[in-house]
């Protein structure tokens, strides 16, 4: 077993962080496997080197150990651009000048339906169009799903156990055309982390259920970039009082301060029921 934590360093670590890298921690422990780190920072204009180093201070104070070296998004884009050449050579591509205003108008007019799906509003298909000529580095990319064809299939060991089934119409009318290429990164989430997952050679992709959807994402691409699909354990959120998931933006309450109150490893598990 493999298994990876893969924060973005755009703030400090809190309970909910901790709980899903204990626990893929902690499995890769019991099957003899191993855990890695993973440092998700292609998004330049908010990472930030404190919080980089901040990562790796609580896990170490939490008593993880992983593999080295750490893969860093931001030194791995020669890989995500080989991948990217890939689909648009087949013709799985095309350009999007649309903003985020853009696509929410069109959703709201009168033949769009306004849907989300794992990766916002589903797209209108506004810019759809065959691609010609050599890949844009400077302009967003959407996958055609249009082009989509067969069934997925993965295995789910966390919530809602089994395997988890889904075709290429399914997706088109719950994901649509998906961002592949984002103008200001040259990469997206979602790429990148179906590129990484099997240059680690990662078995078992241990998150928080909020992805569990974007699994039909990660899927599609591994199978027009013929990777392997992993083992999917969705966990459950950490919530605060109010029922509220954390998350950094609202400031929820960081590994840091629990640390410098006091509190020790075995205090966090306590917390987490780990």
Not at 187 to 209: E, M
Not at 243 to 252: F, Y
Request: proline residues 5%.
């Amino acid at each position: 077993m493999r298994t990876r934590f893969a924060p973005s360093p755009t703030g400090p670590l809190h309970l909910g962080h901790a709980f899903s890298a204990i626990l893929g921690h902690d499995m890769a422990q019991k099957s003899g496997g191993e855990f890695l780190v993973r440092i998700e920072d292609i998004d330049r204009s908010r990472a930030r080197a404190e919080w980089d180093d901040l990562i790796f201070q609580d896990l170490t104070w939490l008593g993880l150990r992983w593999q080295q070296p750490v893969l860093r998004q931001s030194e791995n884009m020669a890989a995500y651009d080989t991948a990217l050449d890939s689909l648009w050579n087949h013709g799985l591509l095309y350009p999007c000048k649309c903003n985020r205003r853009d696509i929410l108008a069109a959703a709201a007019a009168p033949q769009g339906d306004g849907k989300y799906g794992p990766d916002g509003v589903i797209y209108p298909g506004s810019c759809r169009h065959k691609p010609q000529g050599k890949r844009p580095q400077d302009q967003s990319l959407r996958l055609n799903s249009d082009l989509l064809t067969g069934t997925y299939s993965f295995i789910e060991t966390g919530l809602n156990a089994g395997i988890h089934t889904f075709t290429s119409t399914d997706f088109q009318r719950q994901v649509g055309d998906i961002v592949v290429q984002r103008r200001d990164m040259g990469t997206s989430y979602h790429l990148s982390v179906v590129v990484d997952d099997a240059a680690q050679k990662i078995t078992d992709v241990v998150r928080g259920v909020d992805l569990f959807e974007a699994t039909k994402i990660h899927l599609v691409l591994q199978s027009l970039l013929k990777l392997p699909t992993p083992t999917y354990h969705h966990h459950h959120l950490i919530t605060d009082d109010t029922g509220k998931r954390l998350a950094k933006r609202d400031d929820a309450r960081a590994l840091r301060l629990y640390r410098a109150e006091g509190h020790r490893p075995g205090d966090i598990r306590k917390m987490l029921g780990l």
